[in-house]
């Protein structure tokens, strides 16, 4: 069985992002990048199942500049087998994203296309689903347990209030949720050998792929910021604020 993890390069989450002054956009330009997140969930995932025997390769894939290989050796380094990456400098959105990812499922035939639920930079939850209409596949988002066999994928998904568990006929694309494992730390030792692991370097631009924009950012700003707390010394005190001062009772 064969595993295909797609895995973006963001902002690491340890950093506090800034916007653009001009509000276009948030500040990458000498910041810290890693692999998002979610994705290095999937990326851990994958190597548990190959490290059980139940998968016997684990591609990782990358779309993005030509430093989006780090990521993939980053991924290389927690145990995954080969990657590619697919080179561009435009900010692709996830429709684009779901076209090239749907070129590689159909030349790399996985059973699985295990990657995050949502990246971290722009969080827009939907490569996943879109990678899964357009390749007609089954679809498993926001798995917290997964469970494979016999061509078979039990999945636990995360939703409001609860948990639903479901049974996919593979080949299915499968999103993960952060409760699904506690990711690894590559050691040194890995992170050397990954650097001889092979990685396919294709430029987007060979792959004849429509890319064309669609979505329009307006406008990026920042959340309010949250008012600082303080704490009471008693429930009569409390009362008095939560009447006279926030005025919410
Ligand atoms: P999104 O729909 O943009 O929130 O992203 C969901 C998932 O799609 C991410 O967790 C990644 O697994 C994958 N993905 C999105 N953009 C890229 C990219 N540029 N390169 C590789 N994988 C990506």
Known sequence: MKILVPVKRVV??????????????????GVKMSMNPFDETAVEEAVRLKEQKIVSEVVVISIGEAKSQDT???????????????????????????KILQHFVTKEQPDIVLMGKQA?????????QILAAKLGWA???????????EGKAQITREIDDG??????VLPAVITTDLRL?????????N????KKKPIETVALADLGIDTAVRLEVKSVAESSSVREGVIVSSVEELMDKLQNEAKVI
């Open 12 to 29: 690491d989450s340890n950093i506090k992002p800034l916007v653009k002054s001009d509000n276009s956009g948030v500040e990458v330009g």
């Open 72 to 98: 993939l050796r980053t991924a290389m380094a927690m145990g995954a087998d080969r990657g590619v990456l697919v080179t561009s400098e435009d900010a692709l959105e996830s429709l684009s994203v779901a």
């Open 120 to 128: 971290s930079d722009d969080d827009m939850n939907a490569t996943g």
């Open 139 to 149: 679809q498993g988002t926001f798995v917290s347990k997964l469970e494979l066999s």
């Open 163 to 168: 948990q639903e568990i479901l049974e996919l």
């Open 181 to 189: 494992n506690e990711p690894r730390f590559a050691s040194l030792p």
């Open 191 to 194: 992170i050397m050998k990954a």
